[in-house]
């Protein structure tokens, strides 16, 4: 038995466990203590005990309706009455009980049906919604955006002191995340893990600089040689490159020492939004900021990401 209690229970019907186990995992990777059954149940406990026990000690109750999963007359449906009964006890104005519908689909409980619920339907609105549960359960984390796009000057200025990050020209008050950084050797390969996000970054990356025409292939190359193991390496969005800088100055630049300190500038995957501008932002580590002049004519590296 564990003493630990759980802060969030998920519930789920067992038709939708793929989706279950794709948001546990997100969860988890912000460092959420959540309980799935699939992972929480240990070899030879009465798992109804352990579920009801679960539901009494944990903070948020997120269930997942869907049209299948709600259809069907599964355990799924006792513990919803279980955290009804519950949430009964809970103060008017708390938050307890989370529906985060997977399609289209009508709760057929009564009360959840006046609860605001999340949608994580379309596949375009999952992070949209990831987000918004993240806003509930764990006020202050943000997901990191992976896929590229444009941003003007504006939009970085926004995106960067929302996050707090630190630049030392847009924001120089930022205090820049506070990741928790694990060199590992992979297939004689070294990565940076982060502990919080999973994220796992190449350390050094190539160590010639070059145009950005070129990057599509050195991602490509990675990703076919098995980089370390791995096949799903990408570059950098602004965004991920971004929360590597540090307000303080270590090997003469503004990113954790465990990073090999030759890569002074960086691409990243984001366009550039503005009239006089078709390339890319690139990140200086050099100087502790984003930028969307290509003053180093020469080119950038490149140093790649992917999900843990």
């Given at each position: 038995m564990t003493d630990q209690k759980p802060k969030i229970f998920l519930s789920y019907a067992h038709e939708d466990i793929g989706m279950a186990k794709r948001i546990y995992q997100d969860l988890k990777r912000y460092g959420l203590d959540v309980w799935f059954d699939n992972e929480s149940l240990l070899p030879g406990q009465d798992w109804e005990n352990e579920i009801e026990k679960a539901i009494e000690t944990s903070k948020y109750f997120l269930v997942l309706p869907s049209s299948k999963g709600m259809s069907e007359r599964g355990y799924v449906h006792k513990e919803i009455r279980l955290a009804l009964n519950f949430f009964d006890k809970c103060p008017e104005d708390d938050i307890y009980m989370i529906p985060v519908r997977l399609d289209d689909c009508?709760?057929?409980?009564?009360?959840?049906?006046?609860?605001n619920w999340i949608n994580l339907f379309p596949e375009s609105e999952y992070q949209n919604g990831l987000k918004k549960i993240l806003q509930v359960v764990s006020p202050g984390t943000f997901i990191i955006r992976n896929k590229p796009k444009e941003l003007s000057s504006a939009d970085v200025n926004e995106m960067i002191k929302m996050h707090g990050y630190?630049?030392?020209?847009?924001?120089?008050?930022?205090?820049?995340?506070?990741y928790k950084y694990k060199l590992k050797e992979i297939n004689g390969k070294f990565v940076v893990f982060d502990e919080i996000t999973n994220l796992i970054w190449e350390q050094s990356g190539l160590s010639n600089a070059m145009f950005f025409k070129d990057v599509e292939k050195c991602i490509y190359k990675l990703n076919e040689t098995?980089?370390?193991?791995?096949?799903d390496w990408r570059l950098l969005t602004l965004e991920k490159?971004?929360?590597?800088?540090?307000?303080e100055r270590k090997n003469n630049l503004y990113i954790d020492s465990i990073f090999n300190n030759n890569q002074r500038f960086i691409w990243t995957a984001?366009?550039?939004k503005e009239d006089f501008a078709s390339w890319e932002w690139v990140v200086l580590f050099s100087t502790g900021s984003c930028s969307n002049l290509l003053l180093i004519y020469s080119g950038y590296y490149v140093r790649a990401v992917r999900s843990g």
């Open positions: 009508q709760p057929a409980h009564r009360r959840i049906k006046k609860i630190y630049d030392s020209d847009r924001n120089p008050v930022g205090k820049g995340i506070g098995n980089y370390a193991g791995y096949k490159a971004m929360s590597l800088v540090k307000p984001d366009k550039v």
